[in-house]
């Protein structure tokens, strides 16, 4: 099993939508990170959280440490948007999660 | 001006040969790291080099070896490539443990 379970797996939404992206893990941690990766493949830090909340523009993301979980809200969607979203974890080592596809379609 | 860029971006190499992977940032930080994303575009951790100390996962072969000449650069040298070191390999930044800044990763294809 693995330490970082995300959910959905693949994701469809309509511009303008709301969109939550969850993210579960099973070890300690010192921080929790969200990542996005374009299609191109690059890969962009989103948030680092060890507690509380964050936003960036219409990016949002939680973190629950009792319950270890962790959730990205994105608000008012845009095609541009669409990408794969990445949790990770640091805990003794680096966990991932398997990344969530999001498609925005206009 | 790249924070971190990585070399080459492509490399097609034959089983049993020696490559390395070069990557540098000018963030001035202090962290360095080394990833593979799998072709399931799973991310794993390879290392971690802080101030000199290197953090292994110790899951990574030791054909693996990550070399920094100094703060900037972090290498990744690969002896006798396997057909499963295919992957796309991603170099990150930070300072200390903090938000991390990725290069554009180096396809390698082992043949």
């Known amino acids: 099993k693995n330490e970082v379970e995300q959910s959905p797996q693949n994701l469809t939404a309509q511009e303008g939508e709301f969109i939550t992206i969850n993210c579960s893990y099973s070890v300690g941690i010192s921080a929790l990170h969200w990542l996005q990766q374009h299609p191109g493949g690059g890969i962009v830090s989103l948030f680092m959280?060890?507690?509380g909340k964050k936003k960036h523009g219409r990016l949002i993301a939680t973190i629950n440490i009792q319950e270890k979980h962790s959730s990205l809200h994105i608000t008012a969607s845009h095609p541009r948007d669409s990408a794969v979203y990445i949790c990770?974890?640091?805990?003794?080592?680096?966990?991932f999660g398997t990344g969530t596809s999001l498609t925005v379609i206009p | 001006d790249t924070a971190v860029s990585q070399t080459p971006k492509y490399l097609v190499t034959q089983m049993g040969n020696d490559k390395s992977i070069k990557c540098e940032q000018n963030l001035g930080h202090d962290t360095m790291y080394w990833y593979k994303q799998d072709s399931k575009k799973f991310l794993k951790i390879m290392f971690s080099y802080n101030n000199k100390e290197l953090i292994i996962n110790e899951t990574v072969p030791n054909r693996f070896s990550p070399k920094s000449p100094d703060k900037a650069h972090l290498n990744l040298h690969i002896n006798s490539l396997e057909l499963g070191d295919s992957a796309v390999y991603f170099c990150?930044?930070?300072?200390?443990?903090?938000?991390?800044?990725f290069g554009p990763g180096t396809r390698l294809t082992v043949l």
């Open positions: 990770a974890v640091d805990g003794n080592q680096f966990y």
């Open positions: 990150a930044s930070s300072q200390a443990f903090g938000e991390q800044f």
């Open positions: 959280l060890s507690s």
